[in-house]
C-alpha cells in the first residue's frame, strides 16, 4: 500500500471513529446520519474492487486480499456487460 494511500484510509477511519463518539451527545435521529455512511462507504468499496479490477488485479487477487473467494469476489462485483449498457454512461465509463 503505497504512503499517501495508507494515509488517506488512516485518516478516513480516524473521521468515522469521531464520528461514532460525537452521537453520545446527539439526539437520536442524528445517528440515521451515521448510518447513512455505511451506504456511503459499501457504495465505496463497490466501485473501489470494480477500478482495481479494471485497472488489472484478478477476481483471484482482490478475493485473496479481502479473506474471500474468487467467486465471491466477481460474485459480488462483476458487471455483465449486458447489464453495464443500462448503467448511465457517467457509471458505465468507469467499468472494465
Known amino acids: 500500500m ?3 494511500h495508507a494515509e488517506f484510509m488512516a485518516f478516513a477511519r480516524r473521521i468515522l471513529r469521531a ?4 452521537m453520545s451527545d ?3 435521529e442524528d445517528l440515521a446520519d451515521l448510518v447513512a455512511l455505511r451506504a456511503t462507504v459499501d457504495e465505496a468499496i463497490d466501485t473501489a474492487a470494480r477500478a482495481v479490477h ?4 484478478s477476481w483471484t ?3 485473496d ?3 474471500i473467494t474468487r467467486q ?3 460474485q459480488k462485483w462483476h458487471i455483465p456487460p449486458s447489464d453495464k449498457a ?3 454512461a457517467d457509471v458505465a465509463s468507469d467499468l472494465p
Open 54 to 57: 479494471a485497472g488489472g488485479a
Open 61 to 63: 487477487q482482490i478475493g
Open 19 to 22: 464520528a461514532s463518539r460525537r
Open 2 to 4: 503505497s504512503g499517501d
Open 26 to 28: 446527539a439526539d437520536p
Open 86 to 88: 443500462e448503467l448511465s
Open 65 to 67: 486480499a479481502l479473506g
Open 72 to 74: 465471491a469476489a466477481r
